[in-house]
């Protein structure tokens, strides 16, 4: 079965460093691959996602992914965090013609020090 | 983008009661429905997957007559959490599907239980 393994239960930076969120996934056969973010007491918001194409994608809020598949890793990054940025991250898997099922990873707390 | 909306984001009451979430994509149809709970401080658990006019596929564990689940439209799906009871007590969290892998879940906002 698929597993998704995000590395750091919690991570912390100083505003206005460089934020790097890592995600590895399990299948040999490349998934399709998101990142969500999740604010207190609310839903998931997609930030990103990788689906064919170019390795490093854009997404919101001045975040990007770079999908490595030698490295099965698809580790998240933002040069400058903000206090805005502070809250959960979830990497999520979707196989290949599996429709929409996802398979999450357990989710890095960001915290971000003034 | 496409927006799904979760009613209600806070329910409190007693125990015993039944409480009715509902989770609607106001702008797209959706063809597959999913219900997560998440305690805190830990990721997303799938309870169900549900499509629209067909019973609901539940995840192993989930008590199917404890968490009923209902999707009569495209674009609405329901669950009721019968008798609740104090440990029924969580955050339960909706998404809906387009049908197409590569395209992203679209999340509510969630609903936070509390069984007194």
């Known amino acids: 079965a698929q597993s998704v393994t995000q590395l750091g239960s919690h991570v912390s930076v100083s505003e206005g460093a460089l934020v790097l969120l890592r995600c590895n996934y399990s299948s040999s056969v490349p998934p399709y691959l998101f990142w969500y973010v999740q604010y207190p007491n609310q839903g998931l918001q997609l930030l990103l996602k990788y689906t064919t194409g170019a390795t490093l994608v854009k997404g919101i809020n001045g975040f990007e992914a770079e999908f490595k598949k030698s490295e099965t890793s698809f580790h998240l990054t933002k040069p400058s965090a903000h206090m805005s940025d502070a809250a959960e991250y979830f990497c999520a898997v979707s196989e290949r013609n599996a429709g929409n099922m996802l398979t999450f990873g357990g989710g890095t707390r960001l915290m971000v020090k003034p | 983008g496409a927006v799904v909306s979760q009613h209600p984001s806070w329910v409190i009451c007693k125990s015993g009661t039944s409480v009715k979430i509902e989770c609607r994509s106001l702008?797209?149809?959706?063809?597959?429905m999913f219900w997560y709970r998440q305690f805190p401080k830990q990721s997303l658990m799938l309870m169900a997957t549900?499509?629209?006019?067909?019973?609901?596929?539940?995840e192993q564990g989930v008590e199917k007559d404890k968490f009923l689940i209902n999707h009569a439209s495209l674009t609405l799906s329901t669950l009721t959490v019968t008798s609740a009871h104090p440990e029924d007590s969580s955050f339960y969290i909706c998404?809906?599907?387009?049908?197409?892998?590569?395209?992203?879940?679209?999340f509510g906002d969630g609903t936070r239980l509390s069984i007194l």
């Open positions: 549900s499509n629209e006019g067909s019973k609901a596929t539940y």
């Open positions: 702008d797209f149809q959706a063809t597959t």
């Open positions: 998404s809906a599907g387009e049908g197409a892998g590569d395209q992203p879940q679209h």
